[in-house]
């Protein structure tokens, strides 16, 4: 213990003997370690939201889409009750969307309009929150507006909005969700959409809640099999909650380990810079190494020695980057936050990551150092004496 107290006493007077070099050795572990926390939080912090949003849809919901290629599919006709008469099926929700000229007294432009099945209406505003006002009435010509539709047409509650000229009140603006389509679109019941666009028996998507004894993935295949039994004009895709998260999360996953491989290659570069410093130093201190070994160093004292001394400035260098990489990637998140004005987003900065990234440091540090500390530990003592 003495000796191992003794040597670390050495080490860090080396270190501080050489702060230049320290230093820039210290700073290329730290710019790598800061790629890696900064990437590896947002990308956690990233799923975690998504994670949340799925967790207000819930469980046990089946969503489905009409098939396209790119970009929204068009609404497609389907029969509601072909959904309601599966087994298994507790309610459902219809929505569809549509792009209808829309103008408050003072501005005129084009917005998604989108229509809610009235039955259905108070679940699908589970996940969507009302910042000011009430939700439409069903049979009323009201609207709830997004927060952006709110901006965009000037707009309060009690004033009137014009979808296709007709009138109709604005009762509700919602709170920012942080997604554009929700946030710039016009809230109304499905009845009345079919009314201005005097079409009948279309959506763009379908909600279908499971009964709590049904199996959700299982549903979904049911009701996938009768909807290509039944439906001959288009194909849809029908997926639980659960199947789309983890796809979603895979996806992330699979995008938080290629940054990670990214910016550890900057790391891996800091790493060769410690190993090179390791090795200038042993040419610096041959001298001294031959003096430690003439008093009694062994071997295994020389090694610990510079492994120590690799092993502080990994550490350091990695404390660096935790730090730096934190302040990064929280100021990201801020500033989605206030770009969004939405707390779903924020970085999964906890002890998993601290740990990991303290003891991955640490271990570079040591593995950098190790190939230079055998070598300094095979110098013979009568050689390093005569170094000069």
């Known amino acids: 213990m003495i000796v191992l107290r003794d040597l670390t006493r050495l080490a860090v007077r080396n270190l501080g003997a050489r702060k230049a070099r320290s230093a820039l050795t210290l700073i290329g572990i730290a710019i790598g370690m800061t790629a890696v926390v900064a990437l590896v939080s947002l990308s956690l912090g ?22 396209g290629g790119l970009g929204e599919p068009r609404p497609a006709k389907l029969e509601l009750s072909v959904l309601k008469n599966v087994a298994g099926v507790k309610s459902v929700v219809a929505v569809r969307r549509e792009i209808l000229p ?10 998604n309009v989108v229509g809610i099945r009235s039955e259905g209406a108070q679940e699908l505003f589970g996940g969507l929150e009302i910042a000011s006002g009430k939700l439409f009435a069903l049979d009323r010509d009201e609207v709830v507006l997004g927060d952006g539709a709110a901006r965009d047409l000037n707009a ?8 296709q000229n007709r009138p109709f009140r604005v009762v509700g603006i919602l709170k920012r ?3 554009d389509q929700d946030d710039h679109a016009l809230y109304l019941s499905l009845e009345k959409l079919e009314e201005l666009t005097n079409e009948k028996g279309f959506i763009s998507l379908a909600f279908v809640r499971a009964e709590p004894t049904v199996d959700p993935t299982a549903l979904a295949q049911e009701i996938q099999r ?18 789309l998260r983890e796809i979603i999360k895979g996806v992330l996953i699979v995008l938080r380990w290629t940054l990670g491989a990214i910016a550890g290659i900057s ?10 410093t390791m090795l200038m130093a042993i040419l610096e201190r041959t001298h001294e190494i031959g003096v430690l070994k003439a008093i009694g160093a062994q071997r295994a004292h020389i090694v610990a020695l510079f492994l120590i001394e ?11 980057g935790l730090i730096l990489g934190g302040a990064i990637a929280q100021s990201v998140a801020l500033a989605i936050q206030q770009f969004l004005r939405t707390d779903l987003f924020s970085i999964a900065f906890d002890g998993a990551l601290i740990g990991g990234s303290v003891g991955f440091s640490l271990v570079l540090g040591a593995l950098a150092g190790a190939w230079p500390a055998w070598r300094a530990a095979q110098l013979s003592p009568i050689e390093a004496l005569r170094y000069e």
């Open 226 to 243: 009768v909807l290509r039994e039944s439906v001959t004009e288009r194909d849809f895709v029908v997926q639980s909650s659960k199947q």
């Open 310 to 320: 690799s092993s502080l400035l990994g550490l350091l260098g990695g404390l660096a």
């Open 177 to 179: 969700t942080g997604n």
């Open 46 to 67: 990233a799923q975690r939201a998504v994670e949340r949003q799925f967790a207000k849809l819930g469980a046990d919901v089946i969503l489905i889409v009409p098939a």
């Open 156 to 163: 309060t509650v009690g004033e009137s909005v014009t979808i």
């Open 102 to 111: 829309v103008k408050s007294p003072t501005v005129p432009g084009f917005l």
């Open 267 to 276: 790391l891996l570069v800091g790493g060769i810079g410690l190993t090179n």
